[in-house]
């Protein structure tokens, strides 16, 4: 369905404006062939560089969610009064 500031039409229902279809355009596609290839996928040097800092990226929020999670256990985790009250600040500003 088409809209514009002149005409209003439903292509679908109007088949005065649709264009005639071939024989090829109406066929469903089932009788298409596909070649029976193999996909296959190659990334740059640098695609595989930031993969790999991503790994370490993951590796070290990993790392520090456990350390924080131990000494959140263990009851020795602190935090910075001035640190929380700056973050507090810094998320009412935007």
Do not use: W
Not at 33 to 47: E, H
């Amino acid at each position: 369905m088409s809209i514009d500031r002149v005409n209003i039409s439903n292509q679908g229902i109007d088949r005065s404006q649709a264009t005639p279809q071939t024989e090829s355009t109406q066929s469903s596609g089932k009788d298409r062939k596909v070649s029976g290839g193999s996909d296959s996928a190659a990334f740059s040097s640098k695609a595989a560089e930031m993969n790999k800092l991503a790994s370490k990226i993951d590796q070290s929020r990993t790392d520090r969610l456990n350390k924080v999670r131990g000494e959140l256990e263990a009851g020795t985790y602190n935090v910075s009064a001035k640190d929380l009250a700056n973050k507090l600040i810094d998320s009412n500003r935007k």
